[in-house]
């Protein structure tokens, strides 16, 4: 009886397909936070969101793209790495759930001051995507990778709109920087028996 000879998963071409998966989902949702930027500034004018907060939310809103694709990207490491699949729809979720903080930010911020909300919906948007990896994976590494990049993330933005005017310096500083870790990490993939290793 001949052996089947399992086909490699993590080849070039998912790499690619992954990659154009998250770049797609990532600007559909980032459409979606700009609909929610929108959204605030009606609750602005209407007199149920102070101007303050209001360009706090809104600054937030801006850097849902650049959120989404980190930590997308950082799923797909963390699948590669520990050999995991997630599939498209888990992809999606994660995704919502990126996107859905920026409607809970501005639900919060209307009742309680910016940086509080903005603290209790990150914890809340971090222990949910946490724990789904979990479910995933099962594996810890995982889970505290995946939550190291997601409290990077949202301390870097809470930065960023604290800063103000250094907010251009600071933020390019750091897609510098976040560059220089994609690269580390694409040395750090290899081919082997035709499926991709980190290694």
């Known amino acids: 009886m001949p052996e089947f000879i399992k086909e490699p998963k993590y080849t070039m071409r998912w790499l690619g397909l ?7 989902i990532s600007f559909v ?21 102070l101007e ?48 859905l903080f920026n409607l809970l930010l501005l639900a919060m911020t209307e009742f309680i001051s910016f940086f509080l909300a903005y603290t209790i ?5 971090i222990g949910l995507i946490a724990l789904f990896i979990k479910g995933i994976t099962h594996r810890m590494n995982a889970v505290w990778l995946t939550i190291g990049v997601l409290v990077c993330e949202y301390g870097l933005v809470a ?33 082997e028996n035709g499926e991709l290793v980190l290694k």
């Open 159 to 191: 930065l960023l709109i604290h800063l103000g005017t250094m907010a251009l310096l600071v933020g390019s500083l750091s897609l510098f920087a976040l560059i220089a870790v994609a690269m580390y990490f694409t040395l750090r993939l290899k081919l």
């Open 121 to 125: 919906v990150s914890v809340m948007t």
């Open 52 to 99: 303050s907060d209001y360009k706090d939310v809104a600054q937030t809103t801006t850097y849902c793209f650049a959120l989404e694709m980190v930590t997308l990207v950082a799923i797909m490491l963390v699948e590669v790495a520990f050999r995991k699949g997630v599939n498209y729809l888990q992809y999606g979720l994660i995704g919502c759930a990126l996107c």
């Open 29 to 49: 949702l980032a459409l979606v936070a700009n609909g929610i930027d929108d959204y605030a500034f009606g609750r602005n004018t209407s007199g149920l969101l």
């Open 18 to 24: 992954q990659t154009l998966f998250v770049l797609g």
